[in-house]
């Protein structure tokens, strides 16, 4: 056998080997999602948590990770929940003693393999007025060179989709980040964008964010 059929041979091996690895890290990622409390608050297949809780499911695989490993270390902490005087990432931190490196990444796998939901419905529902209104100050605040027109992808593999995120979810994030609190991997590159992003402006551009649909259709 020539060199380079062996090289060919070898790669179709490799790429044979590395599929049903992939698949076997998916089905174990689902079995810790379970069994480790996530589901509790992040929801059926990481797609229904609760508005206030970020959704999982088809968010990039390395942002995914480097936040798991952050609220562990607390690194990433948030502001109060006034239900229950305690920072939102508690509860969370909580838990992940429960896993270690290798099992964070094999969850990270399985929740970047899942279909995102169906975008939450808003009560009231925002108006047009008040979409477009988001959509231009997403825009007008240049959000739009990290992730994407619409919140749909991202340039950066380590930034996070945004797209379908829940309301309040959404609001909490840019205020906690605009303010300081949320200060952890990352999260100073936004800095001098969402600074300049009033109360007003972050409701609206969450209008906006959490109604893009980027579920199957
Ligand atoms: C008690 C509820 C709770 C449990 C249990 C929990 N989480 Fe979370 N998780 C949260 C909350 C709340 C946040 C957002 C914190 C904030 O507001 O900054 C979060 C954030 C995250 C994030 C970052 C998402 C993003 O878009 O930045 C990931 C990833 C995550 N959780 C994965 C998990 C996994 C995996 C488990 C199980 C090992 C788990 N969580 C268990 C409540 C929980
Ligand atoms: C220079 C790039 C950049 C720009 C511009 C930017 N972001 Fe971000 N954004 C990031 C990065 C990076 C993170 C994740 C930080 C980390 O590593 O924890 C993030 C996180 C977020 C999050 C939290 C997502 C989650 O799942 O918790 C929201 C919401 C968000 N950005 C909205 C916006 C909005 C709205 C704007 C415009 C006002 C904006 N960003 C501008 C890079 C950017």
Same mark, same amino acid.
């Given at each position: ?27 174990? !990622? ?8 996530? =589901?509790?608050?992040? +929801? ?24 798991? &490993? ?22 969370? &931190?909580?838990? =992940? ?19 995102? !939901? ?15 209104? !988001? ?12 992730? !994407? ?27 906690? =980040? ?6 952890? +991997? ?24 959490? &109604? ?6």
């Amino acid at each position: 056998m020539g060199r380079s059929v062996t090289l060919v041979f070898a790669a179709a091996l490799a790429a044979f080997i590395a599929a049903p690895a992939l698949a076997d890290d998916i089905a174990d !990622g689902e079995k810790l999602y379970k069994t480790k409390t996530c =589901m509790a608050c992040h +929801g059926l297949k990481g797609a229904r948590p609760i508005q206030t809780y970020p959704a999982l499911a088809g968010q990039n695989e390395k942002y995914l990770l480097t936040q798991m &490993q952050d609220i562990k270390s607390a690194k990433r902490i948030a502001s109060k929940d006034p239900a229950t005087g305690h920072p939102y990432t508690e509860g969370m &931190q909580a838990v =992940m003693h429960l896993l270690n490196d290798d099992e964070l990444k094999t969850i990270a796998k399985y929740l970047t393999s899942l279909e995102p !939901g169906k975008p939450k419905a808003i009560d009231p529902p925002p108006s047009q007025d008040d979409l477009a209104a !988001g959509l231009a100050a997403f825009k007008k605040l240049g959000c739009v060179a990290c992730h !994407g027109a619409d919140g749909k992808k991202t340039n950066v593999a380590t930034y996070p989709i945004i797209a379908g995120l829940q309301r309040d979810y959404l609001v909490r994030q840019m205020t906690d =980040m605009r303010d300081g609190v949320r200060v952890n +991997g990352q999260s100073k590159l936004m800095l001098g964008v969402i600074k300049k992003a009033d109360d007003a402006a972050i409701a609206a551009i969450a209008n906006y964010i959490s &109604q893009v649909d980027r579920s199957a259709k």
